[in-house]
């Protein structure tokens, strides 16, 4: 919007999805359907408490599966992953193929470290190239920048902000994570989930919320 350049919000709230966007790409509801309820909740609220919408906050999806490129030469012959994925998918089950192509592929890829690492760098880069888009439009945008991650995008949002947040083009303010199995997948990692005091039960910083998951 036009305007905006003259009413800058001020908050910017990225929003990561989760598993499964591969499959909802190829049905026609992506991400960006997903955003846009999540924007339309946001103005009801901003309404609710006698706020502007326009200038209180921009919500922007951070769509990284769709834009994911794996690497992997396994043959010699330049087939990559997806390649050999749909040769070792069985093809006489096309909605099981579907669902573990598409879907549950995402939460092994993320258990992998070295496609973990090619997941984040993803995410890193949807998030120099959306922060770039806003600020043409928000030039004097001087606000808080927060990140909401759904399923395992809160949990990869965890991630990158634990070892790469200095990568980042801005300060994350507040991380929200809804439905995210952050704290699950910690503790498979023999490690002490993120956001948790030495006894796991009271937050050590009001930065980070999940609600509505293991975590």
């Known amino acids: 919007d036009p305007e905006s350049l003259n009413n800058p919000p001020r908050h910017l709230l990225l929003a990561v999805h989760g598993i499964g966007q591969k499959l909802a790409t190829k049905l026609g509801y992506g991400f960006i359907k997903d955003t846009g309820t999540l924007r339309a909740m946001i103005e009801s609220g901003c309404q609710l ?19 994911l490129r794996l690497p992997g030469d396994y043959h010699g012959d330049g087939r990559g992953f997806d390649d050999m994925l749909r040769l070792i998918c069985p093809e006489n089950i096309p909605a099981v193929r579907a669902f573990f ?84 997948f910690y503790l498979l990692k023999n490690q002490r989930p993120v956001g948790c005091s030495q006894s796991g039960v009271e937050p050590e910083d009001g930065g980070i919320e999940n609600g509505g998951g293991p975590g």
């Not at 326009?54 to 599966?65: E, G, H, M």
């Not at 004097?140 to 995008?153: N, Q």
């Open 49 to 67: 408490h006698g706020e502007d919408p326009n200038t209180t906050v921009t919500v922007l999806p951070i769509a990284w599966r769709p834009a």
């Open 101 to 184: 192509s598409d879907v549950a592929m995402d939460i092994l890829l993320y258990m992998a470290p070295g496609h973990r690492e090619v997941i984040m760098g993803a995410i890193m880069d949807e998030f120099v190239r959306m922060w770039r888009l806003f600020r043409e439009w928000n030039p004097d945008f001087s606000g808080p920048v927060h990140i909401v991650g759904h399923s395992l995008g809160g949990a990869l949002v965890t991630d990158l902000l634990v070892q790469h947040s200095a990568q980042l083009p801005f300060p994350v303010k507040c991380l929200f994570t809804v439905g995210s199995p952050v704290a699950l």
